[in-house]
């Protein structure tokens, strides 16, 4: 079955570092860029940034640069989305996706991790 | 670059709901629409302004003209209650970019 499954749900505390990640199957995970997607507790999908698993090349959001670090392993066909300082406003689900290149849809979605931040 | 949604929308059902997406000169661009139904993850529904993915109904379509791209859902059905949301690429600030999202609800 072609899916993405990500990492399950997370619970820490502000200033805690943490890494989820998104495995792909039943394709070829190194022909697709792996993008990630915040959305908020009852808003929309913000677009964080995308890694070739290939290279490791990255494109950052401006609104996400320098927060958080996209990273992918391709012998394990896996992208990791992470925070070295978890905030309060870092609270929310993020959807890995795949894309076949720039400009294009995104495809396969990943089930979504919810991360929760809280004291 | 900037997707403008309108935030709701309601219509009947058997009815036709079209949904716009405003963005500057957004026909240059390739508009992919996204169903998000409540407590699940986006499903792509149109792609490429006006191209289903296998398995989208042929009840969904897309268009765009000017500054504005329009999702077309005909014949509508309680299941296609959900949000929806327009996506570009802008190559100026090479972003991929989200509308706010519709909330489609079916009376």
């Known amino acids: 079955e072609v899916q993405l499954v990500q990492s399950g749900a997370e619970v820490k505390k502000p200033g805690e570092s943490l890494r989820i990640s998104c495995e792909g199957s039943?394709?070829?995970?190194?022909?697709?860029?792996i993008g990630w997607v915040r959305q908020r507790p009852g808003k929309g999908l913000e677009w964080m940034g995308i890694?070739?698993?290939?290279?490791?090349?990255?494109r950052y959001s401006p609104s996400f640069q320098g927060q958080v670090t996209l990273s992918a392993d391709k012998s394990i066909s896996t992208a990791y989305l992470q925070w070295n300082s978890l905030s309060a406003s870092d609270t929310a689900m993020y959807f890995c996706?795949?894309?076949?290149?720039?400009?294009?849809?995104?495809?396969?979605w990943g089930q979504g991790t919810l991360v929760t931040v809280s004291s | 670059y900037v997707l403008t949604q309108p935030p709701s929308m309601s219509v009947a059902p058997g009815q036709t709901a079209r949904i716009p997406c405003g963005g500057h000169?957004?026909?240059?661009?390739?508009v992919h629409w996204y169903q998000q139904k409540a407590g699940q993850a986006p499903v792509l529904v149109v792609h490429?302004?006006?191209d289903r993915p296998s398995g989208i109904f042929e009840r969904f379509s897309g268009s765009v003209s000017g500054d504005t791209a329009t999702l077309t859902i005909t014949r509508v059905e309680g299941g296609d209650e959900a949000d929806y949301y327009c996506?570009?690429?802008?190559?100026?600030?090479?972003?991929?970019?989200f509308g706010g999202g519709t909330k489609v609800t079916v009376l």
């Open positions: 996706a795949r894309q076949d290149r720039a400009a294009a849809g995104f495809d396969l």
């Open positions: 890694v070739y698993p290939v290279d490791s090349d990255t």
């Open positions: 996506h570009v690429w802008d190559s100026r600030s090479d972003e991929e970019v």
């Open positions: 039943g394709f070829n995970f190194n022909s697709y860029w």
């Open positions: 490429g302004d006006d």
């Open positions: 000169r957004i026909e240059t661009k390739f």
